[in-house]
């Protein structure tokens, strides 16, 4: 069973963002294009032989408290560990490290790959290199040299440790206190923490959490928030570091990762250390968030992906009806791909799938950039990184649960069963517009934020890159009816902008209450964006001598349909955004 | 918890649809409003006290089969029982038939209160009227008296048996065989069939299958397609009568209700009675089906509408964050319905449940029209409700899949968990775009069928109707504005039609390809037309004394929403469906 195109992958990698400049960097020089093909066999090797047999077993055994302890699927033990030996954990972090100084954009690719294979269990292992990253980065030499060894090696589990009762989305109300000691510079840690994804498990030998907290007299809000390291066990003596697990939250989907609630030093005797300066755990979290956003709208785009996968198979080999003009039923019955509805929900999917990919790795390939580019280009690299975040965690995440729901209707009645993993795709798909930030929250990051920034200075960049994507396929006449299509949705996109912009300084409560509909919007021409380069590139190949015509062919019907189907979906979403009618805003609570 | 308004129901049943009319018909003379807020107050009593407090257990322990035997819930015996005693089940048929000639828009109204309280236990007794009605309207005087007494009561459970593994949307491939007998006029089946709900389960003594076969030597299609009633047991002696339940399908949601996979006569010992005549099966079935497509509308209205009343209380609840205006972090934090983007989520769901239920009541209204209504009259109801019909089937299926998610999202992370009953209700709904015809069925049934009878007859009946409406609200100045934007969408839907249209007789493959978006321009269309009569009366009673302001101000507030963020999408679809690229059409399948 295919659960993604290693085809489009590459096509992705190599034809559309041409990773290979990336080696021309000295960071990146000891890699060639055969490095990265082998990382890639690597991971779908694992992803094939390790993760995928366990995808149903995992959703059907979920994890379980008991006795104090979570236990999750036992063979997750293992591919802890093969993460662990394999180099997967720090592969992108650099020699000195210990990692391989891989491309964000290569590990990114192989994510995708564990995460369409495998969602929860691809969970555990990315969530400890997002902490042993923030360690790494933040972190003191001793910090450094006491935790992060055990992590790489996925001998211990990293984990994130936000969310309180009363602090999901309003992170300044944290709660979570943090007492300094005086014998060794340590912190007592009391309070507790809810939906903290591998927050305590079986299958590592200890949970390491990044956790915010307050130290005792911060200033309120988010700027007294502290980043601090807070293991099960304590290090030096393997003795309980009083973190409890409170509870398991049992969830519609992706089942196989455990989510604890914790409890945190009710017994005074939580140890905790401070990572960097006390009050900027905020700012350290959200450098990692930001990786971790692009990471979602990845992990979304995967599951979709298994899901249109899956889907196709079905409708290649299911027989039901007749073409609409030959319905004699003595006729023999045509497979469903045949019928234009079931193409129209193929093409859906896959114009969704292919689209995100092609950003996400756009996104990931701009990181790397980042990394290693100086001046004026890190810095417009990181602006347009920083604008596209929201759209890339947030398009894939809000999208896939329709391209999963399309897949669910391909099988029709099949689908709704549990003897296709589809409704399992379906469920776990849903997760991603709530965790690492609700879409909503995201809308306003990006109307509220980002798109005011530096005077418009990322939005700038942005049409700059989507206009010279237009310019180079207006010399492909095939292409030339969309680019204009393009242009004018464009233009509508910037007319909504010029009406919104003038209000964000007076009335911040109307100025955003449609960001959410404004970051749809801004998503739609995005993706659109991002098929117009696919199809160039696809245009291009076709007129050479290129063997692949249907993969080619695929990709520029594809781009048809996004824009015939999906991309002018701005225009009622501009029309609503253009309107002065605040709806929201002037609703009253008693009334619904 | 609440799971459905009364008081919104009411407003549909007595102030939006005026139901009372019905009185003055003869065959309803008995009733008065008296006797149907008994009705629906009964109703309320089963939901609530028995129906509710087994939704989450059910879906927990799904049946299972054991010994070829399905086991449900133990609960469901005493409230399929109860719903026999109460009359229920033949609560439309006629004083002669031991009903109680109750109008079917109150009987689909309790029926909404039972969806909304538990929508797998609802199933049980609403198959049974629908199969017992079948035995009703066709079948002879001698299957009546065999069959019907027993269903009435609940002590034997109905079913609808159509789909087989190699037919499913297209019924005309069925391949279950009836072979005449010579001795009493019965017929051996021979066959199987997949996906028959309640199929087999131990809280009734007897399942009736209503069961499509083709007599042996009928002609192919659709045109030799019979109707069957099979027992499970024989009713002459209580003996197994050859149907075997071979499987039972696990599922996404609506777990509490079995869904089995039988096998007919594999020891040539099944014995079915026919009824009616031969080969007019799929036409009687076609005639119960379309009841039970509005149904399917009902049920989907009904799980959106609980997700909504549980997002909406916990929206007026759960604090956090504060206002845009007011960060600072000393002030407590406030109850996440006063965000915008919660209003948003919550106005979305409301727009779409009321909207619904407005249109499905109004569709049971016709429906009782018809039934009592002679003539003209009763032709041109008739010819309206088949219109309607796919749109009140596919809006509500469709949207309460978005309407449950919005409500997930109302929660976040707290949606996801099944410590509320959202992602329930999440996973309920999504079965309905599938079953009784997919959407994509139901799209080329509007499109192909419904708009071209008659030559548009039943079109200009709908579109005299939302006309009657605009000119109604046009006296009420607050309205006028929104007038205008339902005639202008109103002038581009009939663009699209006019354009359509003469393509129907050249190519149907080209002129049904979007069958599946002109079904969804259409419905919105329809929504804003019952939002429109709903905003109509809400301001009428506005002007006068009424003391209920707050809910005629929801309503037109509503209404609002939904002209805004809902009927401006036909934009979007009428741009694709005047466009004349064929992208699904010419799509090939080695492309994928």
């Not at 200890?206 to 304590?234: C, Q």
Request: glycine share 8%; net charge negative; proline share 4%.
């Amino acid at each position: 069973m295919a659960f993604y195109s290693k085809r489009d992958l590459y096509f992705h990698l190599f034809e559309n963002h041409k990773i290979e400049d990336l080696i021309s960097y000295p960071y990146f020089s000891d890699h060639q294009r055969e490095t990265f093909d082998l990382v890639l066999d690597a991971a779908e090797k694992i992803a094939q032989n390790s993760m995928y047999p366990l995808l149903t077993e995992m959703d059907r055994n979920e994890p379980q408290l008991e006795n104090g302890k979570i236990k999750v699927h036992p063979g997750m033990r293992k591919i802890i560990r093969q993460f662990g030996e394999d180099g997967w954990i720090n592969a992108t972090f650099s020699y000195e490290e210990g990692g391989q100084q891989l491309p964000n954009t290569v590990y990114q690719a192989s994510g995708f790959i564990f995460q369409a294979a495998n969602y929860s269990a691809s969970v555990y292992p990315f969530l400890t290199t997002g902490a042993a990253n923030l360690i790494r980065i933040f972190g003191s030499k001793e910090l450094k040299e006491k935790f992060t060894p055990n992590m790489y090696s996925g001998k211990w589990q990293g984990t994130m440790a936000l969310t309180e009762p009363d602090a999901g989305s309003s992170l300044s109300d944290l709660q979570t206190t943090a007492y300094p000691t005086s014998h060794d510079g340590t912190f007592k840690i009391k309070g507790q923490k809810i939906y903290i994804s591998c927050g305590d498990h079986d299958a590592c030998e200890n949970i390491i959490h990044l956790m915010l907290a307050r130290i005792v007299d911060a200033p309120a809000g988010t700027k007294g928030i502290s980043l601090f390291v807070v293991p099960k066990y304590r290090v030096a003596d393997n003795q309980p570091n009083d973190v409890l697990t409170q509870g398991i939250y049992h969830k519609m989907g992706y089942k196989g990762a455990p989510i604890a609630h914790l409890m945190i030093g009710s017994d005074d005797g939580c140890e905790g250390y401070l990572v960097g300066e006390a009050n900027k755990g905020l700012s350290y979290m959200f450098q990692m968030m930001n990786e971790a956003r692009v990471g979602v709208g990845m992990n979304a785009c995967a599951i979709g992906t298994a899901a249109y996968h899956a889907s196709l198979s079905y409708a290649n080999e299911r027989p039901q009806g007749r073409k609409l003009s030959q319905k004699d039923p003595s006729l023999p019955q045509i497979p469903i791909i045949e019928h234009a509805d079931v193409k129209r929900m193929l093409l859906f999917q896959k114009s969704v799938i292919e689209g995100s990919l092609s950003l996400l790795l756009y996104c990931a390939k701009l990181s790397d950039l980042v990394h290693v580019e100086k001046g004026d280009q890190k810095e417009d690299f990181g602006l347009l990184l920083d604008l596209l975040t929201p759209i890339a965690k947030s398009y894939p995440s809000e999208m896939c649960c329709l391209s999963t729901s399309a897949a669910v209707q391909v099988l029709g009645g099949a689908g709704y069963t549990t003897d296709f993993p589809i409704e399992q795709y379906y469920r776990e798909a849903r997760i991603h517009p709530i965790h690492e930030g609700t879409t909503g929250i995201h809308g306003m990051d990006l109307l509220g934020r980002k798109v005011l920034t530096q005077n418009g200075k990322a939005l700038k960049l942005l049409l700059r890159e989507i206009i010279e994507s237009i310019a180079a396929a207006k010399a492909i006449p095939s292409l030339v009816s969309k680019t204009i299509m393009l242009e004018n949705y464009l233009k509508r996109t910037q007319e909504v902008i010029d009406t919104l912009l003038p209000k964000a300084g007076k009335d911040m409560e109307a100025f955003l209450s449609d960001a959410t509909l404004f970051l749809e919007m801004m998503g739609i021409l995005v993706i659109g964006w991002q098929w117009l380069k696919q199809a160039t590139i696809a245009a291009q190949k076709l007129q050479s001598e290129d063997l692949e015509k249907d993969f080619y062919q695929g990709k520029i019907m594809c781009m048809n349909y996004y824009f015939e189907y999906e991309l002018v979906k701005i225009g009622s979403l501009s029309t609503r955004l253009l309107s002065e009618e605040k709806v929201t805003i002037n609703m009253k609570k008693e009334w619904f």
